[in-house]
């Protein structure tokens, strides 16, 4: 298995889930200036194909729900990488109604990057990071969604109704 | 097929050698702007734990922890804990911190899988760091106090008129809105008043209840808000920006409002049976009958003098402290019931012994009436007052002419300004020796910056050595320069007299006003070797109880300090301590 | 500017404040909205800015704010109602002004306004919401932040006054 996650970091396709503030930051190291592709990791469109989900910002319990169907969607072995300051503790929607505060409630969340918003430069950190972990097989959230699959559900359905939002529930 | 369709593609190539925009991350690094706010830094030894930057934060990220560090006056071990999985990096509690420790720095990189790794110690002790600082030209905090009005110098020296007009309701709101609620003012001050109430009571237009505030720790709120030595401006961390917050006119603004405190104060009394005695009119004295009154028991005070207040009447001239106030304040406090007898020493007719048999407990607050001397030759004879008797002498009503004699005062401390503001004001040419520096004096600084707009020259380092008498009236005063000796640490500097520069100085009058302190004699005659007196003070127990049972001791004999504030915190703990001893007796 | 809000008032007959350069206030009944900014549209007001609610809970009512802008004469109206709160319902003016139409879901949604007659009045962007609407002020945020998503609010702590233990 060692062999198959040393392949398996040189080549990551990303999927960007931005509907918060910080996909701002994304573009410069999407594009030429940054060019995360030298690392062997670019932006894909579809969740069937991707293996980074990259969740930039606060997430409101109304798109918490599509990112879980997407997240779902996504085929093992899959990451998510948390970004700001709004995924680890809720930042500064920490009294709204509407956004959830900890994202690894709901989701296995396999690497942080702390700011508000992060730098390019901490998400390239972050990627590395990331590259390195999981060829080292340091990093295995999937497997933790898998057998801790009732404690999500059962977080996740405080908010919303998991039997409609989630692929296969039984 | 055109041969620019192969041609032109071609120019590309132009770009091989040009540097690439590319930023090669991680090999070369991008340095974030001059001015980028990242993660904390908080330097832990110039941090004063006020928590004005826990109470700030928008997010709550900001905790105050307890942590192993030295606590000084005017600070606390608190320091502030940054959970980075809430802070925006607004930069408002940089803006905040008082003293400038808590800056953001230009490191901005923290990975983690852990959400708990997000909280962030920022406490550190390296003098070298770089970051997003508070701008100096820049505060949220107006760094000046309001404005108050002033009757000038050379008006002010022909009366004995009150120095300070007071605050306006207008400047006294403003001016409470400085106060960052931290609370270092009430570790300070000496009987612990609840002083960010008071002020959002002040701010909030709310003059009674601030009143109401006050009077819960300190019964002579209207004198401590006139004269006081204010510990809780001098640790006031606004102190830090610019000027502390005035909180002393503040309490005199909000006292001056109120016509009778007996109409906003609850004194309704359950009656108790016990008997207590208090020896001493003054300020502990007072505040001491007036709490101890106000849990029922019935109090009767002996004082030597014809009319109550102690010092606060005697030793103040009243420039500093209007009459008026003094008998506004004690009105108050014999409608609660106490009862005061004026010209009754004890000691003499009446003993300590008798007042312990009658009396269930006796609080003993006589005050420091022994003033010290120089011991120099020519020092004893005519024309050489002690500052107390003098100030006594005035503020009794006796005539006194100094009109164009030239008098020399002896001193550094509150007492050697009230003389020689005094003795200005009675038309005298003044001069004041101090053996330290400026700096050292323990007096009040507005009190010496006065003085000097009143045009009292100051001698600093120097010392009297000889008087000089002729037909027994004195003609000069032999004096030396002094330097300053700094080998003992923690500790003013020792005076070092240079002996070999002798001056003189023409004098008429000199008053001495080096200090005094307690007369136990007559409390040494009665009770001998019973009572344990140690430095010249008794020695008290935490409840303020000497070695004597039912014997209580405060004020100025039996603490450090020597000022009002500590004498009604000595007597609102003995209060305490002596309803605690009949309690349990 | 001052001479169209003098000939507004003369034809419409509404007593029309101005507070400042470009911008005038008028309040009117709830009975009288649809024909007020009926008579409005036919004075030029053909823009429908937005519509707003304010929760005033003490006096136990919500005022709507209908937003209006004159291209012409270039001049923000701002048309004031006051509702009950224990039975807020209101005529819709969905049909002047088609675009009210989502901004008086918004309303609905976010203060619990009914509109009557507004043919689109179906949920907006809240999702499973069950509790008050949340805009109104008796719904009390941190309470429901801190059952629904495990967070912690330290109000208490860091406002409690370290100076008690002096009493």
Redesign the interface.
Known sequence: MSILNKFRGKSLWMLHYCTGCGAIEMPPVMTSRYDMERFGIIPMATPRQADILLITGYLAVKTLKRVIRTYEQMHSPKWVVGFGACTVNGGMYWDSYATIKKLELYLPVDLYIAGCMPRPEAIMDAFIELRKGISSGKYEGWKKYIENYDWYKKNQAKLFDVKKWSVNYE | MAWNDILKPLSGWKFLFKKP??????KE??I?SERYRG?HTNMIDKCIGC?SC??IC???AI?MKEMDVEVKEGT?NLRPVV???????CGLCVDICPTGSLWLSRD??????D?DT?IIDPNVKEKEREGWQKAPEFSLIPPERGKMEEIPPEKRVKSFMEVFVGYTEPIAKEEAQRCLGC?LC??ACAT?M?I??YLKAIREGNNEEAVRIMF??NPLSEICGTVCTHFCENVCPVGIIGEPVAIQWEKEFATRTIEDYKKIIDTTIKEKKERVAVVGAGPAGLSFAFYLRLKGYKIDVFEKYEKPGGMMLLGIPSYRLPRKVIEKEIKFITSTGVKIHTGTQIGKKKTFKELLKKYSAVFVATGNTKPYTMGIPGEEGKDTLQAISFLYDVNTGKKIDLKGKKVLVVGGGNVAMDAIRTSRRLGADVYLSYRRREVDMPADELERKEAKEEGIEFMIQTLPIEVIREKGKIKAVKYVPTDMDFSEKGKRPKPVPRMNDVRTLEVDIIIEAIGQGPDLTYLEQEFGESLKIEKGKPVVDKNLMCSIKGLFFGGDMANKQNDIVSAVADGRRAAEGVHNYLQNK | MSDFITRLKNITGLNIHKEKLYQASLKVDKEKIRKTLLDLKKEGFLQFTTLTCIDWIEEKTFQLVYHLWHREEKLHLKVKIDIDRDAPIVETVSDIYIVAQTYEREVKEMFGVDFKGNKRLIPFILEDWNEIPPMRRDFNTREYVKDMYETEDRTEEIFKPRWKKYD
Do not use: A, W
């Open positions: 925009h590319t930023i090669r991350y991680p690094d991008k974030p993660i928590g826990e109470k928008m997010n709550q905790t606390t959970d980075h999985g809430r802070c925006c990096y901005y990189r923290h990975l983690s899988e959400i997000f609370g009430v570790d612990h609840h960010p109430d819960k720790n």
